[in-house]
């Protein structure tokens, strides 16, 4: 049983390991990112009060599960997959179940598999965040604007994200209005309402034109 309570543990420490990634990258590349787009000709920079606003809107994100349900889930989802696999090898080879929950916690602990995925999230959610940020510091700025997908020119990039292969994403639409990216509505490259498929290592990013 103690074993037991050691893989529920681990499982549960990297769930509290996520909100604070979560909620430290939203609430610094969010705001920063939605100062960069901010645009008004008669002030040098926005206002005290708007600061304020990308501060709770980017805590909102994070707090109301937005980005956490879908995302803390899906990584969730894969750990215990993982303990199930290892458990069942474990098992194959003629260990106890206390043997083999101690194979999981050890290979956890001593194969950084927590810093890796850690690494992982922190890009995908670093590129989310600072363009959810850019996209709503774009929507309060003093002048209208419009916005476009810029995809990354490499060998990397999704075909449906791919800009030189869909030229429709290249082109500035109302910042209202979704990009239509593999059948799926969003405003903006990691947009947490796409499916995982869709967002995790992403690496496109949201342009801008003053209209």
């Not at 610094?28 to 990308?54: G, I």
């Not at 803390?72 to 080879?93: K, R």
């Not at 690494?119 to 774009?138: D, K, L, P, V």
């Not at 639409?173 to 290592?201: C, R």
């Amino acid at each position: 049983m103690r074993k037991g309570n050691d893989v529920a543990r681990v499982i549960k420490a990297e769930e509290d390991q996520l909100v604070e990634l979560y909620d430290l990258i939203y609430g610094t590349v969010y705001v920063a990112f939605a100062e960069t787009r901010y645009e008004d000709p008669l002030a040098k920079q926005a206002p005290d009060n708007l600061l304020e606003k990308w501060l709770l809107a980017a805590r909102e994100l994070v707090q109301t599960r937005a980005v956490l349900d879908k995302r803390i889930v899906g990584v969730l989802d894969s750990t215990i997959a993982w303990v199930n696999d290892i458990t069942a090898e474990a098992l194959s080879e003629g260990l106890s179940t206390d043997q083999a929950a101690k194979k999981i916690v050890e290979q956890w602990t001593e194969g950084d598999i927590a810093l890796h995925r850690a690494e992982r999230i922190a890009r995908t959610e670093t590129i989310s965040a600072s363009n959810a940020g850019g996209h709503q510091g774009a929507i309060d700025s003093a002048l209208t604007m419009q916005h476009f997908w810029i995809a990354s020119f490499d060998g990397r990039v999704r075909d449906a994200h791919d800009t030189a292969t869909n030229p429709g994403l290249l082109t500035p639409i109302p910042m209202s209005q979704s990009f239509i990216v593999d059948g799926e509505a969003l405003l903006y490259p990691g947009d947490p309402s796409g499916s995982a498929a869709n967002v995790i290592n992403c690496r496109c990013v949201e342009g801008f034109v003053t209209i």
